[in-house]
């Protein structure tokens, strides 16, 4: 037997250091290799981390919420893969060659049957927060189908899964199982939840905020796009009012380009972008993430609204890829149906700008003179006063607003 110090890797973007999110394993246990032994959470994303040998778990770095350096060692496991004896084995191999198999098998080995069905429930593909949950309500991840690329379980998947498991035992065994709710639960601040109180924190300590809303009639823009969702024969392909407001900001950009601009912090450097690359805040299982639409100003409608369905499902189920979770110059946040009336969105830095929707929602309105009824939403959005002035941040509000009001002028040429 032999010890073998599995180091924190890089996990990429210049990492230096990365929060310990969540074990799924603990010391004393037996771990082959590539099972998943815990999540790493970078200022990006929640990575997984996959053992490079067989062996027993003897030490781990810390606690979740514990911070690790790459490079230094994260788990140290007990195992037979790499004798002392020949220590030119025992550098941790790269990450992209498959560590060492083990010199003989042990006498009381496990059937072949059984290796291969613990290394199958170590190896479900899902993201850290369905793996808390399953873990939370004891469920086997190893029976739950996946529909994602490579059988990954989504989010959906796992709720479907649930439904059919309490159906199957019925509400009196449900209710006979339910335990009492202890009057006060602690909640350590790790992850990514760290991470959003940390930079909402910083935005609202670093950024003088001016709030704008605008209310904006909707009514001829609801039926085009009703419209053109008449003529669509894929329901998961239907146009919402996101992609219209996208389209319109990124028009109003051409006119107003300070408000596509990101600060440079250590440089004190405005930088203006040419290009559009448009950040949709989306709630995740994990919490707020904002995944981005690069190159948004060159997308028609259709495209536009392919990307923003793509990169926030890819956010909600762990799957976008590191730059699809940065480099965005200008944010639309939206709550939906939960989207009240007025809201005061916080900045997503290194940005000066970001636009919030609001419910969109009918009551009379005069016109002309005449009471009608239309359909109403109100934009609340916010810019950064230190380099956005009042003025206009609310002409670029009221351009967005005409375009919305007008929607054939969207698509006007330039």
């Not at 009918?362 to 003179?369: L, T």
Request: aromatic content about 4%; charged content about 25%; overall charge negative.
């Amino acid at each position: 037997m032999s010890e073998y110090i599995f180091k924190l890797p890089d996990l990429g973007e210049g990492t230096v250091e990365s929060e310990i999110a969540e074990w799924f394993i603990a010391v004393g246990d037996q771990v082959n290799e590539e099972d998943v032994v815990g999540t790493m959470m970078t200022d990006k994303a929640a990575v997984e981390l996959s053992s490079p040998v067989s062996g027993k778990v003897i030490k781990l770095a810390g606690e979740p919420g514990d911070i690790v350096a790459v490079g230094a060692p994260l788990v140290v496991f007990e195992t037979d893969a790499r004798p002392a004896e020949e220590p030119a084995q025992a550098v941790e191999p790269p990450a992209t060659e498959p560590a060492a198999k083990a010199v003989a098998e042990p006498e009381a080995a496990p059937a072949p049957e059984a290796q291969e069905a613990t290394l199958d429930r170590k190896r479900v593909m899902t993201s850290p927060a369905i793996r808390r949950r399953a873990k939370e309500l004891g469920v086997d991840l190893s029976l739950v189908p996946g529909s994602g690329p490579g059988g990954r379980i989504t989010r959906t998947d796992f709720d479907q899964y649930i439904k059919r498991q309490a159906a199957a035992v019925g509400p009196a065994a449900v209710s006979a199982a339910a335990a009492p709710t202890p009057a006060t639960t602690e909640v350590k601040v790790i992850g990514l939840r760290r991470i959003i109180a940390e930079r909402l924190s910083e935005a609202k300590r670093e950024i003088p905020h001016f709030a704008y809303v605008e209310e904006i009639d909707i009514t001829e823009l609801e039926a085009l796009r009703k419209h053109l969702n008449d003529k669509q024969n894929d329901p998961a392909q239907r146009l919402t009012l996101l992609p219209f407001l996208g389209l319109a900001l990124i028009r109003a950009l051409h006119d107003f380009p300070q408000c596509n601009t990101t600060y440079d912090k250590a440089r004190n450097v405005l930088i203006r972008h040419g290009a559009v690359n448009l950040g949709i805040a989306t709630q995740t299982p994990d919490g707020l993430k904002v995944p981005v639409v690069h190159n948004a100003h060159s997308m028609s409608i259709d495209t536009l609204a392919a990307q923003i369905r793509r990169v926030s499902q890819a956010a909600k189920d762990n799957s976008a890829k590191k730059e699809e979770l940065g480099g965005s110059t200008i944010t639309i946040t939206s709550l939906g149906k939960l989207g009240g009336i007025v809201s005061t969105p916080v900045i997503n830095q290194p940005e000066v700008a970001i636009i919030g929707v609001n419910r969109a929602i009918e009551r009379p309105v005069v016109m002309n003179g005449q009471v009608a009824v239309r359909l109403m939403m109100n934009l609340s959005s916010s810019f950064d006063h230190r380099f956005v002035d009042g003025y206009d941040a609310a002409a670029m509000i009221q351009s967005i607003k005409e375009m919305l009001e007008h929607p054939a002028t969207i698509f006007l040429p330039r």
